[in-house]
């Protein structure tokens, strides 16, 4: 009888131990707020006040030379939606002419968030016929560029 009740015990001490742990996991927001940096290598930074979502990004590539600008850097501005693993968008006008716009969303991979994002870039074209070639989609994937152990997150 005693070994009846010790499973018991066991077992729901078990189911406790899990649905904590299952809260306090979806509970926890997941923070867009920091620097971040994508498989490339860009370096992006964000600041979140309210809706808002504001920050530089530093490219690593580009089209051709100079289609970034000679820093490579451009300012982000956008919005970011409610909930604990939040969607976001934003946008970056480069100064060598085109623009680019990520949407997004924010999501907990073991302890650490993850940027998962689509992409599009526009470059500029001197003519309605080349049109067909001044759109590039892509994906990216930001990481928090410190403070996370890089194995939690594949």
Known sequence: ????????????????????????HHKKRCNVSGTWMNELG???????????????????????????????MGKVVGVIGDGDQPTFTMSVKWSGGSVSTWAGQCFWRTSCPVLRTIWLLRSEVGTEDKNWEATRIGEDIFQPQKACDLDQLS
Do not use: F, N, R, Y
């Open 1 to 24: 009888m005693a070994d009846i009740w010790l499973q018991k015990v066991v077992v729901l001490a078990c189911v406790l131990v899990v649905s904590s742990h299952t809260l306090s």
């Open 42 to 72: 860009s370096v992006l930074t964000l600041t979140v006040k309210g809706p808002q979502l504001s920050g530089s990004l530093h490219s690593s590539v580009e089209t051709s030379k100079g289609a970034a600008g000679d820093e490579k």
